[in-house]
């Protein structure tokens, strides 16, 4: 296991890593969960070369204090990779390594992938995202890339990514780990107080009632009875819930059900945390 904090020192331990090896990259943002564990996991099974890549990345936060708070543990997260896989390598960036003086995001066109869901209160996000992305792509020059099903949006913006610029890297999206209560994992679920995380089953709960009745109510009644289950909650604001098209994230309706593999996406706004999570509807493509 090699731990690299320096772009040099990675770019001359790249340069000795044969061409044939499959090497497998899982970026984060640090903080690690069990959801990233299983990222990990799946790249030890798949790749010869498996690097784990933690930066906090400034320019995909369009709130200053999101960034701030964003929870960080260095040493917590090592110990965790060490404790996951002896043969992982970890590369723990600074900022001038990777924006040089400037941090400055590239603009992406993602044919308004990026303009819905998320991207409505967090405009320039998925630009961020792309900016690091690519460039950790461009630095490693890896086979398989491992991103998680939870932030299945960033997923679809990845894949643009790599249609665009990387034709050979391929994408394994793993599926999202939940907690018992079914909350998908998140390094943010670290920020919600106990009265929240003993209410917060309500989330995914409102998810499977959506693809248990999917049929039974109208897309407005649906939205309707989820916003009241959720927002019983003291504290609980239900930001979104559509139904959009997997591979396109056009909106579905009930009419081009049968052209479209519809998925239900869902942010609840919980003390000021955002938790976001989605799952398939129907799968007939
Ligand atoms: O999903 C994340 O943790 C981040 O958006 C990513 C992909 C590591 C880019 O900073």
Known sequence: MTTIKKLKDLEIILNKSSEKKVLGLVPT???????????????????????????????????????????????????????????????????????????????????????????????????????????????????????????????????????????????????????????????????LSKHAKKNVSVIYDSLLFAKQNFYKFSKGELKKIIKNKIEKNKGFFLEYFELRCSKTLKVCSKKNIKNCCCRAFICVVVEDVRLIDNLVITNEY
């Open 29 to 191: 943002m640090g903080s690690l969960h069990k959801g990233h564990i299983s990222l990990i996991n799946s790249a030890v099974k798949l790749c010869d070369e498996v690097w784990v890549s933690i930066f906090v990345n400034p320019t995909q936060f369009n709130d200053i204090n999101d960034y701030k708070r964003y929870p960080t543990d260095l040493r917590k997260d090592i110990d965790k990779i060490k404790s996951t896989n002896q043969n992982v390598n970890i590369f723990i960036p600074n900022i001038d390594d990777i924006y040089g003086l400037k941090i400055f995001k590239d603009k992406f066109d993602f044919q308004n992938i990026d303009k819905v869901l998320e991207g409505i209160k967090r405009p320039g996000h998925f630009d961020g995202v792309g900016t690091i992305v690519k460039k950790l792509f461009e630095i490693f020059k890896p086979s398989l890339v491992f991103f998680g099903e939870k932030d299945f949006q960033q997923t679809v913006i990845v894949q643009k990514i790599i249609d665009n610029y990387f034709e050979k890297i391929k994408m394994i999206v793993c599926p999202t780990i939940r907690s018992k209560e079914g909350l998908a994992l998140s390094s943010r679920n670290s920020l």
